[in-house]
């Protein structure tokens, strides 16, 4: 059974980077049919995409979050990673992980929630 | 990109049927058959209900329904369970490469 695991700091100050880091466990990182994407949800808010990147490091941002976002991999970790650089209270948000197509986010991480300070 | 448009809300009976609407574009619900629902009870990771816009995963149950006309997809839920009140989510792909969220829709199950 596939898991994904967040990890990295609750607290950010402004203006900081925030940086998180997916740790995949029970399958292969560099599998060809899976996407592996971020996605962000404020408090008492909805669900928002931040990005995805596919093994070969071909990365997809949203628009509104492009000029401060990037997203890297590491496949002899199986690890994936957010960088969000520029972070303002807007910014806090519990981060998910996950694993997905293009038709489909079928595993989920637990989600950690980050805060930016006002 | 703009948000999938989703109502903020909708309630029902046990026993009733629902549906919950989501509207985009012809460059995202409208362009593919890739949409997805997703439900989210409070505190926890949204689950995948629907993918590409009627297929059911594995283990949810049959009462859980999707479809699509032109640039909106729909959720349906019939015979309303308590266990069915959460928040729904709806998800296209886009043709620009980028995946796009509705804002989502509470269910209330009165």
């Known amino acids: 059974q596939l898991q994904l695991q967040e990890s990295g700091p609750g607290l950010v100050k402004p203006s900081e980077t925030l940086s998180l880091t997916c740790t995949v466990s029970g399958g292969s990182i560099s599998d060809a049919n899976s996407y592996w994407g971020w996605i962000r949800q404020p408090p008492g808010m909805g669900l928002e995409w931040v990005g995805t990147i596919y093994y070969t490091g071909n990365s997809y941002y949203n628009p509104s979050l492009k000029s401060r976002v990037t997203i890297s991999i590491d496949t002899s970790k199986n690890q994936f990673s957010l960088r969000l650089s520029s972070v303002t209270a807007a910014d806090t948000a519990v981060y998910y992980c996950a694993r997905h197509g293009k038709a489909r986010i079928d595993y989920w991480g637990q989600g950690t929630l980050v805060t930016v300070p006002s | 990109q703009s948000a999938l448009t989703q109502p903020a809300s909708v309630s029902g009976s046990p026993g009733q049927s629902i549906t919950i609407s989501c509207t985009g574009t012809?460059?995202?619900?409208?362009?593919?058959?890739?949409v997805s629902w997703y439900q989210q009870h409070p505190g926890k990771a949204p689950k995948l209900m629907i993918y590409e816009v009627s297929n059911r995963p594995s283990g949810v149950s049959n009462r859980f329904s999707g479809s699509k006309s032109g640039n909106t997809a729909s959720l349906t839920i019939s015979g309303l369970q308590a266990e069915d009140e959460a928040d729904y989510y709806c998800c296209s792909y886009t043709s620009s490469s980028t995946w796009v969220f509705g804002g989502g829709t509470k269910l209330t199950v009165l």
């Open positions: 012809s460059s995202d619900v409208g362009a593919y058959n890739y």
